[in-house]
C-alpha cells in the first residue's frame, strides 16, 4: 500500500499526526527529515506530510524542504513549521512578525476552498508559532487568517499542495480531522482503503513471503502484543509456528488460564507451556529486594526461554515473532523498510549461538491498531484489554518475601479488584490498578466478635498516558468501598484496604 510519508522536523506531533492519518483509514509512515528527498519518492508516496518542528526556517542548520519534493507530482500538506519551509521553498515569504501564538488561537476561513470545505468561518485551533507566512507563493489561494498569522493556510489544489499554520492533528483544534481528510481525500485523491482486513492481509502474505517454509517460534506472555503477533503468524503459517509459555506462577488469577485455554482454542495455536512455577519459588525464596527480584526473575526467564529455544532450534526453528510497536521502531531511529531481519538480535538476552531472525508483524502499528487486529483475528476480548502487566508479575506486587500463600491471597484481592472495576464499567478510564500486599506489615482489626492480627493491601488505581508520568485515578466512593468490603469479607488474611493517593513522580506505578 502506498504510504503518506510524515516528514518528522523534530516535534513531537509527527506520530500524531501518522495516527490522524490512519484514523482517516490511509496508511501513514515516519521518516526523519534528514532523508534525501529521493529516497522519499522511492517509497512511492500517496503524499507527503511536513510536520511541525521546533526550529525557525532562518536558524542556521534549520532543515529546510529541498525544492525537488514539489516537483515530483506528490501531493504535499505542510503543518506548522513545515508550512513555512514549504512557503519558502516554492516562492513565498516567512517573515519574523514579532506576533507568536500558543495555544487557543480563532482563525479566520476567509475561502473555504477544499481545506475548509463546509466548515464555520471561525475556528478555534491550536497554534505554536514565531514566525509567519507574510506571502503565499504564486499560484496559491490564501484560505484563511489569524491575528499573529497574516496567511494562516493556503492550497493550491491543482498541483495538490496545501498547508495551515496551525496543528490540525491535536484534539484541541475544531475540525483537524476533517481538515487533514480533506487534504487526503479530495487534494491528494487517496481513497480511504487502510483497514484492519487489509492489514491482516498484508501482514499475512509478508509473513509467508518472510518465512517461507521454515519453523517459527513465539514466546507468549499473556500480554497484548505478543499474543497478537503470534496469532498474525499463525494466520500466515499455521502450524509452521511453536508458541511458548512459561508459566512462572506470578500471574494474576485466570491469566495463565487464559493463555492455555482461551487463547489456543480460539486460535488453534500449537503451545508449549512449561511449567516453571516450583523453580521460579524457588530462586525467589527469602528475596525480598525489589531489584534483585527481578534480575532473579529475568534469569530463570531466560533460562526457561533458552531451554525451550535450544529445543525448538535443534528441531530446525529459524525465527523468531518479536512484538515489537511502531512507536519503538520510530524512537530507536529506524525505518519501516525491509531492514526487519536483524539475524543477530540478543533478543531479550538470547544467547549468541542461537541466532534467529526476527519476524516483527507489528513493527508498523500502534498499541490500539494492535488491539484492533486482535479483536478482528478473534482473540479473548480481556486478553485485548487487560492492563500493563509487568514482566516479574505479582511478586513485585508482595512487599517482602514471595511465597504460594502471600501469592494465593494477593491473587485473591486482585481479582476483587479487578471483577468490580469491570463491573463498574471503568476498565478503560484506568491505566493500570495495581494491588499490592504489604506482606511484611501486620495491622489489628476486628471481624466478628474477635480480634484480627492480619495483612493490608494497597489499591493502586491509576490514570496515565504513557506510564511515565501518572496520576491516581479518581475511582467513585462507591466502587472503592465495594472493593475494601469485598476483599476484607473474602480474603479472610486481609483486614485492611488502603487507597495510594500518589501521583508519578514522586511514586512509581508499582511499589517496588
Ligand atoms: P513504574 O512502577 O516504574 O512502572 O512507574 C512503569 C510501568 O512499567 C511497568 N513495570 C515493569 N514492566 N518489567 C516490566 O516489564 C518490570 O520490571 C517493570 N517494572 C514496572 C509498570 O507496571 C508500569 O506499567
Request: proline share 6%; glycine share 10%; charged share 20%.
Amino acid at each position: 500500500m502506498q504510504p503518506v510519508l510524515v516528514v518528522d522536523f523534530g516535534a513531537q506531533y509527527a506520530q500524531l499526526i501518522a495516527r490522524r492519518v490512519r484514523e482517516a483509514r490511509v496508511y501513514s509512515e515516519i521518516v526523519p527529515s534528514s532523508m534525501p528527498v529521493a529516497e522519499m519518492l522511492a517509497k512511492n508516496p500517496a503524499a507527503i506530510i511536513l510536520s511541525g518542528g521546533p526550529s525557525s526556517v532562518y536558524e542556521p542548520g534549520a532543515p529546510q524542504v529541498d525544492a525537488a519534493l514539489f516537483e515530483a507530482g506528490t501531493p504535499v500538506f505542510g503543518i506548522c513549521y513545515g508550512f513555512q519551509a514549504m512557503a519558502l521553498a516554492l516562492g513565498g515569504k516567512v517573515a519574523k512578525t514579532g506576533l507568536r501564538e500558543f495555544g487557543g488561537t480563532p482563525l479566520a476561513v476567509t475561502t473555504p476552498g477544499t481545506l475548509f470545505d463546509g466548515l464555520p468561518a471561525e475556528l478555534s485551533v491550536w497554534m505554536s508559532h514565531g514566525d509567519s507566512v507574510s506571502e503565499a507563493p504564486s499560484g496559491f489561494t490564501v484560505t484563511a487568517t489569524s491575528d499573529g498569522a497574516p496567511v494562516a493556510a493556503f492550497e493550491n489544489v491543482a498541483r495538490g499542495f496545501a498547508g495551515v499554520q496551525y496543528h490540525p492533528e491535536v484534539m484541541h483544534s475544531a475540525h483537524g480531522q476533517t481538515v487533514l481528510e480533506h487534504f487526503l481525500y479530495d487534494i491528494a485523491g487517496i481513497a480511504p482503503e487502510w483497514t484492519s482486513a487489509n492489514v491482516i492481509e498484508e501482514q499475512v502474505a509478508r509473513i509467508r513471503e518472510q518465512v517461507g517454509d521454515k519453523q517459527v517460534l513465539c514466546a507468549l506472555s499473556g500480554g497484548v502484543d505478543s499474543a497478537v503477533a503470534a496469532a498474525l503468524v499463525h494466520k500466515a503459517v499455521g502450524d509452521q509456528l511453536t508458541c511458548v509459555f512459561v508459566d512462572h506462577g506470578l500471574l494474576r488469577a485466570g491469566e495463565a488460564e487464559q493463555v492455555e485455554n482461551d487463547y489456543v482454542a480460539a486460535t488453534g495455536i500449537k503451545l508449549r507451556v512449561f511449567n516453571a512455577q516450583d523453580q521460579f519459588l524457588g530462586a525467589l525464596a527469602g528475596v525480598t529486594d525489589p531489584e534483585e527480584k527481578r534480575k532473579i526473575i529475568g534469569r530463570e526467564f531466560i533460562r526457561c526461554f533458552e531451554q525451550a529455544a535450544r529445543e525448538l532450534a535443534a528441531e530446525g526453528v529459524e525465527f523468531l515473532v518479536q512484538g515489537t510497536l511502531y512507536p519503538d521502531v520510530v524512537e530507536s531511529g529506524g525505518g519501516t523498510g525491509t531492514a526487519n531481519i536483524k539475524s543477530h538480535h540478543n533478543v531479550g538476552g538470547l544467547p549468541d549461538d542461537l541466532k534467529f531472525a526476527l519476524v516483527e508483524p507489528l513493527r508498523t502499528l500502534f498499541k490500539d491498531e494492535v488491539r484492533t487486529i486482535g479483536l478482528e483475528l478473534g482473540l479473548p476480548p480481556e486478553m485485548i484489554w487487560r492492563h500493563p502487566f509487568p514482566g516479574p508479575g505479582l511478586a513485585i506486587r508482595i512487599i517482602g518475601a514471595v511465597d504460594q500463600e502471600r501469592l494465593d491471597i494477593l491473587r485473591a484481592a486482585d481479582l476483587i479488584a479487578r471483577q468490580e472495576l469491570t463491573n463498574a464499567g471503568l476498565d478503560r478510564d484506568v491505566w493500570q490498578f495495581p494491588v499490592v500486599l504489604l506482606a511484611d506489615v501486620r495491622s489489628v482489626g476486628v471481624q466478628g466478635d474477635g480480634r484480627t492480627y492480619g495483612h493490608p493491601v494497597v489499591l493502586r488505581p491509576v490514570s496515565s498516558e504513557d506510564a511515565m508520568t501518572a496520576d491516581w485515578s479518581r475511582l467513585p466512593y462507591d466502587l472503592i468501598a465495594r472493593i475494601s468490603t469485598r476483599i476484607t469479607n473474602e480474603v479472610s488474611e486481609v483486614n485492611r484496604v488502603t487507597l495510594d493517593v500518589t501521583s508519578k513522580p514522586p511514586g512509581t506505578i508499582e511499589w517496588e
